[in-house]
Nanobody, 121 residues
Framework: QVQLVESGGGLVQAGGSLRLSCVAS?????MGWFRQAPAKEREFVAA????????DYRDSVKGRFTISRDNAKNTLYLQMNSLLPEDTAVYYC?????????????????WGQGTQVTVSS
């Protein structure tokens, strides 16, 4: 069983930046970030494969968010720039056993408890 612990959330003004981190207790395959806003379903944000050579993003964050990982530290990152009020949500880190990148939540076996990101207008 792999434990995931997110950090880095907070309150920021529109146009600002935040960097989320997710530390895994062990080795994982592909990893990703998902988010859930109040009264909305959880949605895919970004994913990265085991080596970090392949990434995927939802259209609304392309060019603003960057996902990366440091396997030596078992850590996943999400650099979020030019934040918008619609980015407000609880952000969840996810990890799976497969090595290829995936945007589907069903392909991730492990989930963190989430970190709140609030963007004020």
């Amino acid at each position: 069983q792999v434990q995931l612990v997110e950090s880095g959330g907070g309150l920021v003004q529109a146009g600002g930046s935040l960097r989320l981190s997710c530390v895994a207790s062990g080795r994982t395959g592909s990893m990703g970030w998902f988010r859930q806003a109040p009264a909305k379903e959880r949605e895919f944000v970004a994913a990265i494969n085991w080596t970090g050579s392949t990434t995927d993003y939802r259209d609304s964050v392309k060019g603003r968010f960057t996902i990366s990982r440091d396997n030596a530290k078992n850590t996943l990152y999400l650099q979020m720039n030019s934040l918008l009020p619609e980015d407000t949500a609880v952000y969840y880190c996810a990890a799976g056993r497969r090595y290829s990148v995936s945007s589907a939540a069903r392909n991730y076996e492990y989930w963190g408890q989430g970190t709140q990101v609030t963007v004020s207008s």
